[in-house]
């Protein structure tokens, strides 16, 4: 079985990459559940009746252009996935930025909890306080850059929920926040993004370890022809859980953050508990859970894509031995 190799930096590049490839894969589902979040939490207004249905009403009010990249993914189309995509500037440079800490962290951080045995079955006092604390640190980078992204998304032409479109850009999006308010604005949503990132991560690392250190025992016997392809597949069954595991556990979180970094109301309380005690009230668990299926849609291919990429780039960058 490949372990990871102390290789400082490293960590760091492949981490990088296995973002960009989350981003490609994932940001579609994405903008469908920050849609659904924003407008299916309100008390008055549209309601989406599901995830299909905002997906059908992004594609046919976007435009019409298809893009070649996206015509390969989808097949020949009448309805542009650009709408899908909006936002995914800020997306893709958080993304890239984030991954690129939370695995680089997460690995020196676990490096020198267990004293340089990288052979040691996974272990919850070292992967949990690892995971955890990469999570943390990332979530005051993250927290930026995921206001933008929704704010983004949230914009449209979508006849069925009140068109508007206040930002040209991302970075006209983080200027005008900046001007109206100010640095700290950037940074709204932040309890929330550090609530989700530390405890997401420590659920999804466990999940990840566990099922990764149980696949390559099983298949420990396979010859070195198929290795390849059993690496791959547990690093897409491992990755794929750990995503669906993180979500399971943090989307209350997710959905307060959305709501709290998109309120146009200045005197709506950051207080993601309190945020979700309101949904609570209205809408019961179901409405803490708004966005689930577009959320877990994402988080199996997305994660699947991010760790097969990740472990591969590792390998390419010689911090895994065979």
């Known amino acids: 079985m490949g372990e990871i190799e102390n ?26 559940k920050v849609k659904l979040q924003k407008h299916n939490t309100e008390a008055n207004g549209f309601k989406y009746r599901g995830g299909f249905h905002c997906t059908t009403r992004i594609l046919k009010t976007e435009g019409i252009v298809v893009l070649i990249l996206m015509v390969a993914v989808y097949g020949s189309q009448s309805h542009d996935v650009r709408g899908l995509y909006r936002g995914a500037t800020p997306s893709f440079v958080g993304m890239a930025i984030e991954s690129s800490l939370v695995f680089g962290i997460y690995s020196q ?25 990469a999570g943390s640190i990332i979530s005051f980078v993250l927290c930026p850059s995921e206001l933008v992204k929704c704010r983004m998304q949230i914009q449209g032409t979508d006849s069925v929920v009140p068109a508007y479109r206040k930002y040209s850009g991302p970075l006209n999006c983080a200027i005008e926040t900046v001007k109206t308010e100010g640095v700290k604005g950037l940074f709204r949503g932040g309890v929330a993004t550090f609530s989700r990132e530390s405890i997401g991560n420590a659920v999804f690392f466990s999940t990840y370890e566990y099922l990764r250190h149980s696949l390559h025992i099983q298949f420990k016997d396979y010859s070195s022809v198929n290795k390849n392809l059993v690496d791959v597949g547990i690093g897409i069954v491992s990755g794929g859980l750990g995503g669906i595991a993180f979500w399971s556990a943090v989307l209350p979180l997710d959905v307060a953050k959305t709501i709290i970094q998109t309120t146009p109301d200045k005197d709506l309380t950051r207080n993601p508990f309190k945020i979700l005690k309101s949904i609570y009230r209205r809408s019961g668990l179901r409405g803490c859970y708004t966005g689930l299926g577009p959320t877990v849609s994402r988080a199996f291919p997305a994660n699947a894509a991010a ?16």
């Open 7 to 32: 290789s400082g930096y490293k960590h760091y590049v492949a981490g990088l990459i296995s973002g960009v490839s989350m981003v490609i894969v994932g940001h579609p589902f994405d903008t469908v």
């Open 109 to 133: 951080t676990k490096q020198a909890l267990q004293g340089g045995d990288f052979n040691k079955k996974p272990e919850p006092h070292i992967v949990i306080p690892s995971a955890a604390f």
């Open 307 to 322: 760790i097969v990429t990740y472990e591969a780039a590792a390998k390419l960058l010689g911090i895994v031995r065979d």
